[in-house]
C-alpha cells in the first residue's frame, strides 16, 4: 500500500514538472486578448476552447520575457463565456495574456512613423493574397490572407476589411479560421442574387481552399453583410488544388469555378454553388486565377476574355460558360511586387477593379505586406494587338490635396519645382521626353525608382515597347507612399510596383537624363487613415 501511494505521488508530481501542456482559463469580460510575440521562440501550437468546442487553433510564438511585439484575438463575440487556451508545450508567456478592451498600441494605429497611408495594411500580422473580393450593399468587400499572430506567413484565416469608396478601409474581426480541414487558403466570393444555393437571396457566398493533410474546396456564407459567416456542413465541396475563383455567367445561367490544379486551371459549373461538374481545362498557370470579360477599347460589341494566374501573366480569348479558348498570349501587365491579384466580382457600374498583393517587407512594424492600389483593368488593341491595361481607379483623385502643375521645363528647372515640395506621399502625372541621350531615370530619397533604358528598351529591366518606333516620350504615372512605389507607363500599359529601401538622400522626387518635362502635375496625398487637421 505504502508502495502504490509512493507511485502514484510520483507520477503527479512528474505529469506536474514535465508536463507537455500549458492551459489557462479566461471568463471573457473585455473585446480583446492580448498575446505577446517573440520572434526567438518556436512556433507552439494553441487550442482555442469554448466549454467543451474546440473553435480553433494556430501557432504562436509566445514571448517569456520583453515581448518583440503584441498581437491580438478579437473575443468580443463571446463575452460572458468561458475560453480556455491550451498550448502543448509549456509556455510561460501564457500568463503574460491579458484582456482588454483595446489591443496593445491601439491608440497609436495607423500612425505608426512606417505605416503605409494610401495603402491597405492589416493592423497586426501577416497579409498575403487578397481573397473574397466582392462589392455588396454599398461595400467593397476585401478579404485577405492573414496570420493575425506573427509578422510572417502562417496560420492562414481571411482577415476582413470594408470600403465605401476603394481608398478608406475599415478593418473588422477575422472572417475565417482553422478548422478541422484545415488552414483557410485563398478563395473567392460571390453575392447569390437568386438564392440558387438556398441560403436566402443576396447571401455572400464565400468559396475557400481548406489547407490540412490535403487541400480541399470548401463554401461558407454569410447573410450579416459578411460580419459572420457559417461553413456549409456538407464542406469538402471538391478535391485540390486550391484558389477557387467563381462567378455567375449569364448567358447560360450557370456559376462557374476556376481552380488551381497542377499546371492547369480546371473550369468547373454549378447550379447550386455547392456540387460541380468539371468541363475544361487551361494549361501555362500557376496558383490564384482569373477569368473575366471586357469590352476592348471600351467597345460593348467586341468583348474578350481574360484569364491570368498569380503573377499575372495573362491570355486573351473566348469563353463560352465551360471552356475558355485562348487566342493570344502569355503576356504580362504587371511587374514586380504585385502578385495574386484578385478583381472585384459584383462592381455596381460594371468596373473591373484589381487589388494586388504587394510583395512588400514593412520593417521595423508589428505588421508586414501590404495591398497595392486598386487599379481599373482594361483592354485596348496596341501596335502589338490587343493588351490589358492597369490604371489606378479614378476615386484617387479624392486623395488629392495641394496639386502643382508645371509646363514645359528642362531638367533643372523641373528639379527646381520639384525641390519646393515638403510631403512624401506624392501622385504624380507627366508628360516627359527624352531630348539627348537615351537614359531616364526618377529618383526619390536617393532610390532609382524608375529607370529607362532606351537602347535596349526596357523600364526597371522589363521590355517595353513605345506605340511610336523611335518615340523617346512617355505618359509616366506614379504614386509614392511611404514604403512603396508603383508606376504605370504610357496610361497602364505597364505596371511596376516596387518596395522603396531607406532614404539614402534628402532629396525628394528627382529627374535625371537629357529630358524635357512637357507637363508635370504633383499631388499631395492625404491619408487614407488620419484626417488632416486644418
Ligand atoms: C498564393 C498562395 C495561394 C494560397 C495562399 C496561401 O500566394 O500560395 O496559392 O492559397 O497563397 O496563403
Given at each position: 500500500m ?13 505529469i ?8 489557462r ?5 473585455k ?8 520572434m ?9 476552447i ?5 473553435l ?7 514571448a517569456?520575457g ?12 463571446w ?8 498550448f ?11 484582456q ?15 505605416r503605409?497611408?494610401?495603402h491597405?495594411?492589416?493592423?497586426r500580422?501577416?497579409n ?6 466582392v462589392y455588396h ?13 506573427e ?11 470594408v470600403?465605401?469608396?476603394l481608398l ?5 474581426d ?17 453575392i447569390d ?6 441560403w ?9 481552399t481548406?489547407?490540412g493533410?490535403k ?14 459567416f457559417t461553413?456549409?456542413?456538407?464542406n ?9 475563383k ?11 469555378m476556376?481552380?488551381?490544379e ?7 459549373n454549378?447550379?447550386?454553388?455547392k ?7 487551361v ?8 477569368l473575366?470579360?471586357l ?14 494566374g498569380?503573377s499575372g501573366?495573362?491570355m ?8 475558355f479558348t485562348?487566342e493570344r498570349g502569355?503576356?504580362f501587365?504587371s ?9 472585384f466580382?459584383n462592381?455596381p457600374?460594371?468596373?473591373r477593379i484589381?487589388?494586388?498583393?504587394g ?11 501590404m ?7 482594361s483592354l485596348?488593341?496596341t501596335?502589338?494587338?490587343i ?10 483623385e ?11 521645363l ?33 529618383n526619390?530619397?536617393g ?9 535596349f ?21 506614379i504614386?509614392?507612399?511611404r514604403t512603396?512605389?508603383?508606376?504605370w ?8 510596383s ?7 538622400s534628402q532629396?525628394?522626387l528627382?529627374?535625371?537624363?537629357g529630358v524635357?518635362v ?7 496625398m ?6 488632416k487637421?486644418?
Open positions: 505504502k508502495n502504490f501511494l509512493f507511485i502514484v505521488l510520483l507520477t503527479l508530481l512528474s506536474q514538472l514535465f508536463s507537455q501542456e500549458s492551459i482559463e479566461f471568463r471573457l469580460e473585446q480583446y486578448l492580448n498575446i505577446p510575440v517573440d526567438q521562440q518556436d512556433r507552439q501550437k494553441v487550442y482555442f469554448l466549454g467543451q468546442d474546440t480553433t487553433y494556430s501557432d504562436i510564438r509566445i517569456d520583453e515581448p518583440d511585439y503584441w498581437v491580438f484575438k478579437d473575443v468580443s463575440a463575452k460572458g463565456k468561458k475560453l480556455t487556451l491550451t502543448s508545450e509549456k509556455v510561460n508567456g501564457i500568463e503574460k495574456i491579458y482588454s478592451d483595446k489591443f496593445a498600441g491601439e491608440d497609436s494605429l495607423y500612425r505608426e512613423s512606417k503605409p497611408q494610401l491597405f495594411t492589416t493592423r500580422g501577416w498575403n493574397d487578397p481573397n473574397g473580393m450593399d454599398g461595400e467593397y468587400h476585401l478579404f485577405y490572407q492573414h496570420n493575425p499572430y509578422i510572417r506567413w502562417g496560420n492562414m484565416h481571411w482577415g476582413h476589411a470600403s465605401t469608396d478608406h478601409w475599415n478593418e473588422l477575422d472572417a475565417l479560421y482553422p478548422d478541422d480541414l484545415g488552414t483557410m487558403f485563398s478563395g473567392s466570393a460571390v442574387k437568386d438564392n440558387s444555393a438556398g436566402g437571396k443576396n447571401t455572400l457566398v464565400a468559396f475557400y481548406a489547407a493533410e487541400m480541399t474546396q470548401n463554401v461558407a456564407y454569410s447573410t450579416d453583410k459578411g460580419r459572420t461553413k456549409y456542413e456538407g469538402p465541396i471538391l478535391g485540390p488544388d486550391r484558389d477557387p467563381v462567378f455567375w455567367y449569364e448567358p447560360t445561367q450557370t456559376w462557374v476556376v481552380l488551381y497542377d499546371n492547369f486551371f480546371a473550369i468547373y454549378s447550379r447550386d454553388l456540387n460541380w461538374e468539371y468541363r475544361s481545362k494549361k501555362g498557370f500557376y496558383e490564384c486565377p482569373e473575366f470579360e469590352a476592348v477599347d471600351g467597345d460593348e460589341n467586341n468583348k474578350k476574355w481574360v484569364m491570368y498569380a501573366t495573362y486573351v480569348g473566348t469563353f463560352d460558360g465551360e471552356t485562348p502569355k503576356y501587365y511587374w514586380g511586387s504585385q502578385y495574386a491579384a484578385q478583381t466580382n462592381t457600374d460594371g468596373r484589381q487589388i494586388g498583393w510583395r512588400i517587407e514593412q520593417r521595423g512594424t508589428s505588421f508586414n505586406q495591398m497595392l492600389f486598386p487599379c481599373e483593368l485596348r488593341t501596335s502589338e494587338g493588351r490589358l491595361f492597369s490604371e489606378p481607379v479614378g476615386e484617387i479624392n486623395l488629392h490635396d495641394k496639386k502643382h502643375r508645371w509646363e514645359h528642362t531638367e533643372q528647372e523641373v528639379n527646381e519645382k520639384l525641390s519646393t515640395i515638403e510631403t512624401d506621399l506624392l501622385h504624380v502625372k507627366m508628360d516627359v521626353e527624352i531630348r539627348h541621350g537615351l537614359r531616364l531615370a526618377i526619390f530619397r532610390n532609382t525608382v524608375i529607370k529607362y533604358d532606351g537602347s528598351n526596357q523600364f526597371n529591366g522589363v521590355p517595353f515597347t513605345c506605340e511610336e518606333p523611335g518615340s523617346f516620350r512617355f505618359n509616366i504615372e504614386l509614392l507612399d512603396s512605389v508603383e508606376t507607363i504610357d496610361r497602364g500599359k505597364l505596371y511596376i516596387e518596395g522603396l529601401k531607406k532614404d539614402k532629396d525628394g528627382r529627374i535625371k537624363g524635357r512637357h507637363f508635370i502635375e504633383v499631388s499631395e492625404k491619408s487614407i487613415w488620419i484626417k487637421q486644418d
